[in-house]
């Protein structure tokens, strides 16, 4: 089999590593994928969102299976182009994609249908949404972009003023472009966060290992928002209980949604999730694995991962057992020094080989090839994962590697799964679900 992944982060890299190991393909192309990617597959500098070139790049190599990675060429309808021109493609269809691309269909949904969430309004007007802020006694309140914005669309208002000022740049400058047409205003939640990452070829619905992201640039939670600086998997918090109860009330009651709603989804289904103290609440849903999930969860699956997407797409996932391994995994991303702000780029990454040691893998995202070697290309610039039989081994395995890897302004987090090393009590047995 020739399988394309549409692409170029450490997500694509997570997969298509996943993907090599599948006796049944063969070859794998990445459009446009990235350095890293450059040695596991065959890379085509193609933008993602170029679906004529995508479409016509397939054909022509007579590719017999696509994985599209991010969300703003899912939003865009590449499942749908791949599909017509007789490609079958693992991934939501742009009318399922909408769970991502609009906050203000997810939140919709979620009411319509009884699927818990952060209470909200949304407004299509600056002064009618600061209107409604001044009404309001209760603070901090969240306020999001309906459309993509690089998962940087949402603002949480500490007070009245930032809340009045969130809004203007939102909708008055414009920061997010048209993503800032409508704005969500949302309660506050509170409780530890879990992303769950499901396949689903919209009759069955497997949720895979769950996740811990850390979205914050530095240690303590602390700066501001990033894509992810790392992960773990399982996370502590999400007892088999809560698995039980997240199943029920919201992950199988979103599939049905969607159907209902005459936009059935097929592909990975990511539910970002606040355990409350009333209860597990959707703060967002992704229509894509996450990114750094993919790095920790993709590493601890069992089952082939290949057969996996074939089935969701031909709409067999119930016919397949899907398992992951017993242990734990941690990523930690190595970033350009100012990300998620400015930063340079061009630097020689070395010391890739020291990162080679038994369970442990490195995923690219921003690199590039130049020479002989690779040199820093973006922000987030490589997600470096530890597999082991417990989390504290993985998360030694993770760091170990990374001391070998330089370049120059590199940054990366020292905190990385000590939140959930704390809440498992550091050498406890695993006692979560997988
Ligand atoms: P999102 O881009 O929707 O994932 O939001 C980014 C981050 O903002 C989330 O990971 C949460 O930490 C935080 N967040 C979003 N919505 C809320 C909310 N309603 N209450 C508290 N925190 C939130
Ligand atoms: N790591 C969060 C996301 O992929 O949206």
Redesign the pocket.
């Known amino acids: 089999m020739k399988v394309l992944v549409l692409g170029s982060g450490g997500r694509e890299h997570a997969i298509i590593k996943k993907l090599q190991e599948s006796p049944e393909v063969d070859t794998i192309y990445a459009l446009p994928g990235n350095g890293g990617i450059s040695y596991d597959a065959h890379c085509e500098n193609i933008n993602p969102l170029d679906l004529d070139q995508a479409v016509v790049f397939a054909l022509k190599n007579g590719v017999n299976f696509a994985v599209v990675g991010p969300d703003d060429p899912l939003a865009k309808g590449a499942v749908d182009r791949f599909v017509d021109a007789g490609i079958p493609a693992f991934g939501p269809n742009a009318a399922a994609a909408s769970i991502e691309s609009s906050?203000v269909f997810a939140k919709n949904l979620m009411k319509k249908y009884k699927i818990p969430?952060?209470q909200?309004e949304i407004f299509d007007s600056a002064d009618s949404a600061i209107s409604y802020i001044e009404t309001m006694d209760r603070f901090?309140v969240?306020l999001?972009a309906d459309g993509l914005?690089l998962?940087?669309?949402?603002i949480?208002a500490g007070n009245l003023a930032e809340a009045r000022e969130g809004v203007h740049r939102i909708m008055t400058e414009r920061v997010f472009g048209d993503s800032g047409n409508r704005i969500v205003i949302?309660?506050?939640?509170?409780g530890p966060?879990v992303s769950v990452l499901a396949f689903t070829d919209s009759k069955t619905l497997v949720p895979m290992v769950s996740s811990m992201?850390h979205?914050r640039v530095f240690d303590g939670d602390l700066g501001p928002?990033t894509g992810g600086m790392g992960t773990v998997a399982p996370n502590p918090f999400y007892t088999e209980a809560m698995a039980a109860r997240c199943m029920e009330e919201i992950f199988l009651p979103t599939m049905a949604a969607m159907n209902a709603e005459g936009r059935p989804f097929k592909g990975c289904l990511y539910f970002?999730l606040?355990l409350t103290e009333t209860g597990p609440?959707v703060?967002?849903y992704?229509c894509r694995f996450g990114d750094p999930e993919a790095q920790v969860v993709l590493p601890l699956l069992e089952t082939d991962l290949f057969t996996i997407m074939k089935a969701v797409a031909e709409e067999r996932l119930s016919e397949i057992s899907v398992t992951f391994r017993k242990g734990a995994a941690c990523c930690v991303i190595a970033a350009s020094g100012g990300y998620p702000g400015t930063y340079e780029k061009g630097f020689p990454i070395s010391g890739l080989e020291k990162g080679q040691l038994p369970g442990v893998s490195v995923f690219h995202a921003g690199t590039k090839r130049s020479g002989e070697g690779l040199v820093t290309a973006g922000g987030r610039v490589l997600g470096v994962t530890g597999v082991a039989d417990t989390l504290r081994e993985a998360v030694n395995k993770a760091y170990d590697a990374l001391k070998g890897i330089e370049f120059e302004d590199m940054y990366y987090r020292k905190d990385i799964g000590m939140k959930a090393l704390l809440e498992i009590n550091d050498e406890e047995v695993w006692g979560v679900p997988r």
């Open positions: 906050k969430t952060a909200y901090p969240v999001k914005a998962g940087k669309g949402v949480i949302e309660e506050y939640l509170t966060e992201d979205k928002n970002g606040m609440k703060i967002e992704n």
